[in-house]
């Protein structure tokens, strides 16, 4: 599979079978998201691995769809708030490094919010000047949707003189 086609056919996966995630495996694709490009080489991005009664703090609708792993993606502070801009963007970057390389194991990921709000942080014990990019619950996908359309890039695109 070509990066394209990998970048174009990975999902936001609800559902998992049970088959556990190889540790190995999982550290690879955490390693191989950690080439992201990040300003000063400063790698801001830090994970907590959410256990199971962590996991049932957090009460998610549907239990992370039973995905068998389940970790947050934390951004660390900056000194100023361009400093934690730029961190987030590296981090999210480093996700979508993630989510490619495991979506080229043929592992499916969920990409949830909830780590932002401030009962979440704290059941995480989140500090308070980091950002939470997302909790994610990752595994074989029971099921994959279908691609959505999108809109062309062309309607997206300005031209600036």
Known sequence: MTITDVIKTRRNIKFFNPQPISESDL???LETASYAPNHRLNEPWELLFVGPE???KLNHKTD???APVIIAV???PGATSFERDENVMAVSCFVQNFLIAAH???VGVYWASLGASAHNREILDVPQDY????VFAIGYPA???TAKPRTSITSKITYLS
Do not use: C, Y
Request: no cysteine.
């Open 143 to 145: 099921e994959v949707p």
């Open 131 to 134: 950002d939470v990019i997302g």
């Open 74 to 76: 934390l951004s660390k």
């Open 64 to 66: 992370f769809g039973s």
């Open 54 to 56: 962590t996991r049932a």
């Open 104 to 106: 080229e194991a043929g």
């Open 27 to 29: 550290i690879s694709w």
